[in-house]
């Protein structure tokens, strides 16, 4: 959501503003999404003009190491935020989803840690936490640049160095904590009992084994 709010070449609404002037609809060739992992940026560029290209390259790389985070934009931000967190988490397949991830993740790292967070933390969040986050994990051999089409890949992966070689990350490496998954010893059973639920549904999972 911050990145969407402007980086240093492309302030405030600018960005959105220039990639809707070559066609790119926000939402549809505009987006991004955050899983336990990672962060995904995605643009979809049209190609009829040869500067298109490099203007979502330099965008990509504007999110990656110049993004503003403005106070006011975490404030503008926190009740959109809000309604994702309603509308993913506090709808019947929200709850379902949260009572299953509780069951498979109990016990591990990524426990109580859903990426959009909980009511408390977003009407609470200011812009240091995430300047800070942003500067640590925000750099670039942490990051990875994927451009998929009808390309000319020697030109590209030019394009792509040209913008990315001479960054530089904005701290030290920092400690990474260990994420792993240990097996279940023995089968697991939850049942939950919704009120807004008009059917019973069964499922059935099979944890994949490590490789």
Do not use: C
Not at 47 to 55: A, F, M, R, S
Not at 107 to 125: C, L, V
Not at 179 to 203: G, N, S
Request: glycine residues 6%; hydrophobic residues 40%.
């Amino acid at each position: 959501h911050m990145l969407f709010n402007g980086t240093a070449k492309f302030p405030e609404n600018d960005l959105i503003d220039v990639l809707r002037t070559f066609g790119m609809q926000f939402g549809a060739d505009i987006n991004a999404y955050t899983s336990y992992d990672e962060t995904v940026y995605e643009l979809t560029v049209p190609t009829d003009k040869p500067d298109n290209l490099g203007t979502g390259l330099d965008v990509l790389s504007e999110w990656l190491s110049a993004a503003t985070i403005r106070e006011a934009d975490v404030t503008g931000e926190r009740g959109v935020v809000l309604d994702e967190w309603r509308v993913r988490d506090q709808t019947l397949s929200g709850r379902q989803s949260v009572a299953l991830e509780s069951m498979f993740l109990t016990g591990s790292a990524y426990e109580g840690r859903q990426p959009i967070g909980n009511q408390q933390a977003i009407e609470a969040m200011t812009a240091q936490p995430l300047r800070d986050f942003y500067d640590t994990w925000y750099r670039p051999d942490n990051a990875a640049v994927v451009v998929v089409g009808d390309i000319d890949v020697d030109e590209v992966e030019a394009m792509i160095r040209e913008r990315f070689d001479a960054m530089a990350p904005r701290g030290d490496t920092p400690a990474r904590p260990t994420l792993t998954l240990e097996p279940f010893p023995q089968a697991m059973v939850k049942l939950l009992a919704d009120p807004d639920a008009l059917q019973a549904l069964a499922e059935l999972t099979y944890p994949a084994p490590s490789v």
